[in-house]
């Protein structure tokens, strides 16, 4: 379990797929280790259906709990004016 989280810490959110791509975990280890990981609120687990080339992928989308992703690179919104 410290593998995948470790995982999750330096590369954010990915899906158990690539986790279990990335580590050379099984699929199914991977699974229950982060039903484990949210059960004792270390990771967020989201259940998602996505559509590669016209095919069906069921998984899990997982990040370390309490991740904020980086803000986007670009100008930023001005802060606004106040008129007297």
């Known amino acids: 379990m410290k593998e995948i989280l470790q995982y999750l810490k330096k590369h954010g959110e990915r899906l158990d797929t690539d986790i279990a791509e990335a580590t050379g975990i099984p699929l199914a280890t991977v699974r229950l280790h982060l039903e484990e990981?949210?059960?004792?609120?270390?990771?967020?687990?989201?259940?998602?259906?996505?559509?590669v080339k016209g095919k069906k992928v069921v998984g899990m989308t997982c990040r370390p709990a309490g991740y904020i992703p980086p803000a986007s690179p670009g100008r930023k919104p001005k802060a606004p004016v106040a008129l007297p």
């Open 37 to 51: 990981l949210a059960g004792k609120c270390e990771v967020v687990t989201c259940h998602t259906t996505r559509f």
